[in-house]
């Protein structure tokens, strides 16, 4: 029977992530935030009311069997004077099959099954949930998008009210071995699912291995200046009694034309792996060469962090460099 991964997040992050677990013999759930407001995701929540669906449209094309067939199709957006303007085809699709079957998880099972999915796709809660930000200044901020594009540093974020989780997804979290918390936008795609004192609660009964994959990058606002123990850190405060156990981090040197561009352009620069306080907090960092360069973007090397994902499955890990914490009580 394969080993069951649970991974939280949302956005490009999470769907490189899944890209590369697809191809091993693993039984795949994937948790996505739903507090996306801004776009054609913004629109299609305030007109039907209903959870946000951008990100689950990037999670169902990247664990589907046809995703090339698909993929163009699901996120052509249009581009046009009427009321189509900013939608894309996925999200649209989305909206149909929630429509039609009351809710969002249902339309999904629906896509689930034209798209050949490798898994399972779920929402973090079917409630249309706003997401707050409380910036360093103490400016309180509405909306994720609003959020996202504030300069300033965040201090937390939450939500307006206790979103309602499912039993489905509760029993997901008590099944499953391994729980992986994404690569992604660190508050504003992977807390948003942890928001929850019924998952928290959740995670602290479950028996399974719990995973960070962490960030090639900061992100302006987000996560300025952050090393690798910073973005331990701050999972450790929203997660409940158990924290984060093993991590995933890049050890390669990221730099050139295109890392100066990303600097200079966008202030994002390359996550500082800081080993030693890494140990202080992990029981193991697994790191390797994670980086390639996608159509003028850096990227996750998605085939080799499934790998890595796939080989914590068994006692030991492959074709890495796995350094022992000071947390592993094995040690």
């Known amino acids: 029977m394969n080993k ?5 997040g949302g956005g490009t992050g999470m769907s490189y992530l899944l890209r590369g677990l697809k191809n091993y013999p693993l039984d795949i759930t994937a ?3 739903v507090c996306d407001d801004g776009g054609s995701t913004g629109i299609l929540r305030d007109e039907f009311n209903m ?9 169902l094309i990247s664990l589907s069997k046809t995703e ?31 429509n039609i079957n009351g809710s969002v998880s249902s339309g999904i099972k629906i896509l689930s099954k034209v798209l050949n999915l490798n898994g399972k796709v779920m929402p ?4 249309v949930v706003t997401l707050i930000g409380e910036m360093e200044d103490g400016e309180v901020i509405r909306g994720e998008h609003y959020i996202t594009e504030c300069p300033k540093k965040i201090k937390k974020v939450y939500y307006d009210a206790e979103p309602e989780i499912s039993d489905e997804l509760l029993n997901e979290i008590a099944t499953s071995d391994i729980i992986v918390l994404s690569m992604g936008s660190l508050f504003t795609s992977v807390i948003p699912t942890l928001l929850s004192s019924k998952v928290r609660d959740a995670i602290d009964k479950s028996h399974a291995k719990i995973v960070y994959s962490c960030n090639l990058f900061t992100q302006p606002g987000e996560t300025d200046n952050y090393k690798v123990s910073d973005h331990i850190n701050t999972l450790n405060e929203y997660l409940g009694k158990r924290k984060v156990e093993y991590v995933i981090a ?19 620069d390359p996550v500082i792996l800081d080993l030693e306080v890494v140990r202080e907090l992990c029981k193991e960092a697994i790191i390797d060469d994670l980086v390639i360069i996608e159509k003028g973007v850096f990227r996750h090397d998605y085939f080799k962090l499934g790998y890595l994902i796939f080989s914590l499955t068994f006692e030991y890990n492959y074709q890495s460099d796995v350094v022992r914490g000071k947390n592993d009580e094995n040690c």
């Open 4 to 8: 069951k991964v649970l991974v939280f």
């Open 31 to 33: 948790v996505v935030s």
């Open 51 to 59: 959870t946000a669906v951008g990100d689950i449209r990037k999670v």
């Open 68 to 98: 090339g067939d698909f993929e163009n199709l699901l996120n052509y957006r249009f581009t046009s004077e009427g009321s189509l303007n900013k939608h894309t085809v996925g999200n649209i699709l989305l909206a149909a099959a929630t």
């Open 124 to 127: 973090f809660t079917e409630d």
């Open 250 to 268: 890049n050890s390669s040197k990221i730099s050139g034309k295109l890392a100066n561009r990303y600097a200079t352009e966008e202030q994002k």
